[in-house]
């Protein structure tokens, strides 16, 4: 499991996964037994506009798979948080 926050713009690497974003948010990600990935994005500043997300699994993966996550429809619950499940398939060549 990692737990990134973004303070800015920016990559995080490691042995097993990567993820760019494009603006500052936190992040939760977990692997589960089956092999998906879930991510759970928030935005802590509550500016309530998109978010993208590039996440690489695994050395295997030469495209990222890209999440355009919308927190501009948030209304009365600016900072609440967005989740996705990814599958393995979502990171093959």
Do not use: N
């Amino acid at each position: 499991m990692w737990h990134l926050v973004f303070y800015a713009p920016g990559t995080f690497e490691s042995r097993d996964l990567s993820v760019r974003a494009d603006r500052p948010c936190i992040l939760q990600l977990r692997e589960t037994k089956e092999g998906r990935l879930v991510v759970h994005a928030a935005d802590p500043a509550q500016s309530q506009q998109l978010l993208t997300l590039d996440i690489w699994k695994g050395r295997t993966s030469s495209r990222p798979f890209t999440w355009q996550c919308d927190f501009s429809q948030d209304g009365m619950l600016p900072g609440a948080s967005r989740m996705i499940q990814l599958s393995s398939d979502c990171f093959r060549l």
